[in-house]
């Protein structure tokens, strides 16, 4: 394995990070996590375009321009001859003094990972998993506006505790005002009568890619879909539901809160657009060697 750090391709055991780095210290950064399928990058320009723009968020300045970081990405890649696998895409403040001022920093850093991946066990996907609602609220607009992917995870962290705590694979997060944000990794869509829904992200929900490829995906099969405010009684109630994700891919939703949903197992719909999103990541752009 070789990993990108600042312009070196150092190996595993090598690869190494300033103890007063601010993304470590502070979880001063953003970050994406990109798919590798059949030696082709997942809609990079997707994730790109979302690093770039949760950097400007934050005020963080990006060392490498676009272009270049996808050069970089590339080649990891390419280095790490990954036909299929995971990317952690990553830039921090950078080294600086202790205490949180950012301008102790004069340098951001950028840190590129390329592995395998497997979040949920195969036979889950054909049987659904067991969902909760966390007491752990989504971060409200009012301080860090959710659509940032930054490196703090400390909520989605604990909702995951509750999670495995209550016996279940993954935890829904309310916010403030009551309304389904997202699960602590992954969108989340509930089919009922038909409608294809999932929450905004003036709601909380992250802006996924995996997500807006099912809502491109069920557009050209002519499944009605759209945002909506969304509470867990309409996942207690959904035909189906189902989570969304760049590990997860698409996750059937059996159970929410010991209530079954729908049928408690895959829908037709989950199952159509499952098969579409396996066809199109397998297919889409060009591999890389």
Not at 5 to 23: M, N, Q, T, Y
Not at 92 to 121: M, Q
Not at 135 to 147: C, I, K, L, Y
Not at 200 to 218: I, M, N, Y
Request: proline share 5%; with cysteine; glycine share 8%.
């Amino acid at each position: 394995m070789e990993i990108y750090i600042d312009g070196e391709w150092l190996p595993k055991d090598a690869a190494r990070v300033s103890v007063f780095d601010h993304g470590l210290l502070y979880g001063d950064g953003v970050f994406e996590g990109i798919r590798v399928y059949s030696r082709r990058i997942f809609r990079l320009d997707g994730h790109l375009e979302r690093l770039y723009a949760s950097a400007r968020a934050l005020a963080l300045s990006v060392p490498l321009e676009r272009p270049a970081m996808r050069a970089a990405v590339e080649e990891a890649v390419r280095r790490n001859r990954q036909e299929d696998g995971y990317i952690r895409l990553v830039v921090t403040r950078g080294a600086g003094d202790l205490g949180i001022d950012p301008l102790t920093c004069p340098r951001s850093c950028v840190i590129i990972i390329v592995t395998d991946i497997r979040v949920y066990p195969r036979e889950l996907y054909a049987a659904g998993i067991k969902v909760i609602t966390s007491a752990t609220r989504q971060v409200s607009h009012e301080a860090v506006d959710p659509r940032v992917k930054s490196l703090n995870y400390l909520k989605n962290i604990l909702a995951k505790i509750d999670a495995q705590r209550a016996g279940a694979h993954e935890a829904i997060m309310l916010n403030s005002t009551g309304y389904i944000a997202e699960c602590t990794a992954d969108n989340l869509f509930v089919v009922r009568r038909g409608r294809l829904l999932t929450p905004s992200p003036q709601d909380g929900a992250l802006e996924g890619v995996t997500r807006g490829a099912v809502l491109q995906l069920a557009a050209e099969a002519g499944v009605d879909a759209a945002e909506a405010h969304l509470t867990r009684y309409d996942v207690y109630t959904a035909d189906e539901a189902f989570l969304t994700g760049t590990g997860a891919e698409l996750m059937p939703v059996a159970e929410l809160d010991g209530r079954p949903v729908g049928s408690a197992k895959p829908g037709p719909i989950t199952r159509r657009l499952t098969e579409a999103f396996h066809a199109l990541v397998h297919h889409e752009g060009e591999p890389l060697w």
